[in-house]
């Protein structure tokens, strides 16, 4: 028994190395290519463009969460299935928590499959909070652009608005100070 568990924990170990050391390097890359994209020297995209990258971001990030299941998928074929559709159905069902139970794990590693649902978890609260990151870039950037390029009239240019904003805060500093 203690023979299996310590193979079951390092084998656990091994694939949860593996899954974030992919995780990192899917981000890493994406961080790179979303910073093209998102330069300080691009403005506005637009909506469509905006979209596009949106759509082309979360199938990338797909693909990163495809090739971890794989991963699993690839561990459980070698050493729990004798075919490649249990093994990668099994590890999808763990991974996503759905967990349906028609397909189960010899005794032996029967612990992976709740450790691979946690590594799941993570990975794809990693993916979204990312996700969240660059959409609010991309909100921030559209409001900004309108912001810096119209005054509450539609006159001002952004260097006389960034005048304008700063006379204001200059007159209540101001009456802050009176008061």
């Known amino acids: 028994m203690p023979m299996t568990f310590a193979r079951q924990a390092s084998a656990a170990a091994i694939l949860v190395m593996l899954t974030l050391s992919l995780q990192c390097a899917g981000m890493a890359a994406l961080i790179a290519w979303i910073g093209t994209s998102l330069a300080p020297d691009v403005h506005r995209l637009g909506p469509l463009r905006s979209a596009a990258l949106i759509v082309r971001f979360m199938t990338a990030i797909i693909v990163l969460h495809v090739f971890e299941i794989l991963l ?3 561990f ?11 093994a990668f159905y099994f590890s999808a069902a763990s991974y996503a928590t759905v967990g349906y139970g028609d397909v189960v794990l010899p005794q032996m590693w029967r612990t992976l499959g709740p450790v691979e649902s946690i590594i799941g978890v993570l990975m794809c609260g990693l993916s979204t909070s990312f996700l969240f990151a660059v959409v609010t870039r991309l909100v921030e950037r559209e ?33 802050n100070s009176r008061t």
Do not use: D, I, M
């Open 143 to 175: 409001v900004g652009s309108q912001a810096n390029s119209r005054s509450p009239n539609g006159t001002y240019s952004r260097g006389r608005r960034f005048k304008h904003e700063r006379a204001q805060q200059a007159r209540k500093a101001e009456f």
């Open 76 to 86: 459980y074929r070698w050493r729990c299935f004798s075919l490649s559709e249990p």
């Open 72 to 74: 699993w998928a690839g």
